[in-house]
C-alpha cells in the first residue's frame, strides 16, 4: 500500500506540473468545449492567485481579490462586442477512478460560486459604508438597495462567474464511475428523482476516446492521451509509435509524463532535447532482454553453487560490464 501511494504521489505531482501549462492547458478545454477549434487563446490564460487576479461584480465595477483553490485554476480573459466577459475553468487531475467525483466536484464548484455572492455582498457592503460616509450633491442620487437585495447581499444588476472543471483522467482503464448525481441515487420514483439536484462530470478519459477525438487536441497532450489509450496494447502502441511523425520527437516533459503514468520504464538520455519514443521503446526492450539473460545466469550460477564473488566476475565478463555494475546487476537475482 505504501508502494501504491508513492506512485500515486508522483504521478499526481507529475500531471499536475503538467496540466499548469498554459498551452496543455487550452488545448484541454478548446478540444472539450469547441471541439478543437482554438477559441481559448493560452497566451490570455492567468494562474489564478490571491494577490494577483482582481475580478470585478457588478454593474459598478466594485471588485475583490479572488482565491485559488485548486492546484490547477486559471481565468481565461476575452472580449466580446467589445464587453468584457470573464470565465473561471479549472482542471482535476486524476491517476485514479473517483466513484463519487460528482460531489466531490458539485461541492468544489458550489464553494466557488458561494464564494463569488460571499464576496459581492462584502463588496457592496464596504461601498454602502464609504457611501455613507460622504455626503452626496443630490441625495436622490443616492441608489439604495431594494429589500431583496439588502437581505441576499447580491444585487439584481450582479453576476456570477461560470465555473467550469474538466476531469482529466490519465488512467488507461475505461472510466466506470458515475458522471452525474442521478446515477449515484437510489432506486427511488421518477417523481421524485425527476426534481433532485443533478451534477455532471466534464471528463476527458483516453480509454473512451476515439482517435478522431484525440486527433483534436494540437498540443502533445494528444500523444499523452494517444500513448495511455493503448498502453495494454502493445503491437497497436508500437504501430503508432513507429508512423505517426509526432512521436519522433516529444518534448521531454510529455515523455516523463507518459512514462510516468503508465509506468513504461522508457530508457532515453537525461538533457533537455526531445525524446524519440521509438529509440526509447527499443532501448528499454534491450535492457529488459538483458536483464532477463543476467537473471538466468545468475540462477544457473547458484544452482551450480558458484559463489558471489566469482558470479559478478562472470557476469561482468560475459556481459561486458564494470564489476560495480554486475555487483548491481547480481545482487538484484542473488
Not at 505504501?2 to 500531471?15: C, H, M, S, Y
Not at 498540443?219 to 489509450?229: D, G, T
Not at 512514462?259 to 532535447?273: A, D, Q, R
Not at 535492457?287 to 559478478?312: F, M, N, W
Request: with cysteine; glycine share 4%.
Amino acid at each position: 500500500m505504501k508502494e501504491r501511494n508513492v506512485i500515486v504521489g508522483k504521478i499526481d505531482t507529475v500531471t499536475k506540473e503538467y496540466m499548469k501549462n498554459p498551452i496543455v492547458f487550452a488545448d484541454a478545454f478548446n478540444q472539450f468545449l469547441y471541439h478543437g477549434d482554438q477559441k481559448i487563446n493560452p497566451v490570455q490564460l492567468t494562474e489564478l492567485d490571491t494577490t494577483e487576479i482582481v475580478i470585478p461584480y457588478g454593474a459598478n465595477g466594485v471588485s475583490v481579490p479572488e482565491q485559488k483553490y485548486r492546484d490547477v485554476l486559471k481565468l481565461l480573459y476575452a472580449m466580446t462586442d467589445g464587453r468584457t466577459a470573464y470565465c473561471i475553468m479549472g482542471i482535476e487531475n486524476h491517476a485514479e477512478i473517483h466513484y463519487a467525483l460528482p460531489v466531490k466536484n458539485g461541492v468544489y464548484d458550489f464553494l466557488q460560486l458561494s464564494r463569488q455572492v460571499s464576496k459581492a455582498a462584502n463588496a457592496h457592503r464596504q461601498t454602502m459604508k464609504e457611501s455613507k460616509s460622504k455626503q452626496p450633491d443630490n441625495p436622490q442620487e443616492k441608489e439604495e438597495p431594494t429589500d431583496g437585495e439588502f437581505l441576499s447581499g447580491f444585487w439584481k444588476t450582479d453576476r456570477l462567474i461560470p465555473v467550469i472543471t474538466l476531469v482529466v483522467y490519465f488512467g488507461s482503464d475505461s472510466w466506470d464511475a458515475p458522471l452525474s448525481l442521478k446515477e449515484m441515487y437510489s432506486d427511488v420514483d421518477n417523481a421524485i428523482l425527476s426534481h433532485a439536484p443533478d451534477y455532471h462530470v466534464n471528463l476527458i478519459a483516453p480509454a473512451v476516446m476515439s482517435d478522431k477525438e484525440i486527433d483534436k487536441f494540437h498540443s502533445n497532450l494528444r500523444e499523452v492521451m494517444l500513448y495511455i489509450k493503448y498502453s495494454r496494447d502493445k503491437e497497436k502502441l508500437n504501430k503508432i509509435i513507429k508512423e505517426d511523425p509526432k512521436f519522433q520527437s516529444v518534448e521531454r516533459q510529455t515523455a516523463n509524463v507518459i512514462n510516468v503514468v503508465t509506468g513504461s520504464k522508457l530508457k532515453y538520455p537525461e538533457g533537455k532535447g526531445d525524446v524519440n519514443m521509438c529509440l526509447a521503446i527499443q532501448q528499454m526492450r534491450e535492457e529488459s532482454e538483458l536483464a532477463g539473460q543476467i537473471k538466468g545466469a545468475v540462477q544457473t550460477y547458484r544452482d551450480l553453487e558458484v559463489s558471489l564473488t566469482d558470479t559478478i566476475k562472470r557476469i561482468a565478463e560475459r556481459f561486458h560490464l564494470s564489476e560495480s555494475e554486475s555487483s548491481e546487476q547480481v545482487k538484484q537475482y542473488w
